[in-house]
C-alpha cells in the first residue's frame, strides 16, 4: 500500500513539474500562480501546497530534478569512454536531453542570466555539478594529450555548457528539422577547432 502511495505522489509532483516548467517558460515565474500549475497539472490547489509548500520551493525543487536529471545523464554518456569518444557523447547527451526537456532548457537559459531570485544559489550550485562532469572529461582530454595542455579547463567546460545550451534552443525553436546528427556534428566541429587553437 505504502508504495503505491509513494508511486502516486511522485507521479503527482512530476505532474507538477512538468506543468510548472510549461507554464514558466510560456509566461515566466511571475506571471504563473499555483492555480494555473494547479489547472494545468490536472490536480486541485491544495495538492500543489500538499506537495511543495510555495511556489518558490516548487520552482526550486524543480530546478534540482532538471538539472540532477541532466547531470545523471552526462554521466552515464561518459561512463568508460575515452576522453575525445565523452566529450562527442557529452555533447549528444546535452542535444538529447534538451530535445526531450525543451521547455526546461528555455527556463534554465532564461533563470541564468537572473541574480536577483531566491533559488540563484542553489541554480549555481547545481550548474556547477553538471559542469564538474564536462570538467572530469576535459581534465582527462588534457592529461591524455587530447585536448591542449594549456587548455582552461573550468573556462572550456562551462563553454561547452553553455554553447550546447544555446545551440540546442537554436536549433530547436529556428531549424527543428535539421537532424541531430547533423547538429551534434557541427557543434563538435567548432569544439575541435576551439581546443586546436
Known amino acids: 500500500m505504502a508504495d503505491g502511495r509513494s508511486r502516486r505522489r511522485e507521479d503527482t509532483r512530476q505532474r507538477l513539474f512538468v506543468a510548472a516548467v510549461e507554464l514558466i517558460a510560456e509566461q515566466g515565474f511571475s506571471a504563473t500562480t499555483v492555480d494555473d500549475i494547479a489547472a494545468r497539472a490536472g490536480v486541485a490547489k491544495g495538492t500543489v501546497y500538499y506537495n511543495f509548500e510555495s511556489k518558490t520551493v516548487l520552482f526550486e525543487e524543480l530546478l534540482r530534478h532538471g538539472i540532477g ?56 550550485l ?3 555539478e553538471a559542469i564538474e562532469v564536462i570538467a572530469e572529461t576535459v581534465r582527462a582530454g588534457v592529461a591524455s594529450g587530447d585536448l591542449p595542455a594549456d587548455l582552461d579547463v573550468r573556462m572550456a567546460s562551462s563553454a561547452l555548457f553553455g554553447v550546447g545550451l544555446v545551440v540546442a534552443v537554436d536549433w530547436l525553436v529556428f531549424q527543428p528539422e535539421r537532424p541531430i546528427e547533423e547538429v ?9 577547432r576551439v581546443a586546436q587553437t
Open 184 to 192: 551534434q556534428e557541427a557543434l563538435l566541429g567548432i569544439v575541435r
Open 69 to 124: 536529471l541532466l547531470t545523471a545523464e552526462f554521466r552515464a554518456a561518459v561512463a568508460g569512454l575515452p576522453p575525445r569518444e565523452a566529450l562527442a557523447a557529452l555533447v549528444r547527451a546535452e542535444l538529447e536531453y534538451i530535445r526531450r526537456y525543451r521547455a526546461f532548457a528555455q527556463l534554465l537559459l532564461s533563470e541564468m542570466w537572473r541574480t536577483n531570485r531566491e533559488w540563484q544559489q542553489t541554480l549555481r
Open 126 to 128: 547545481l550548474r556547477g
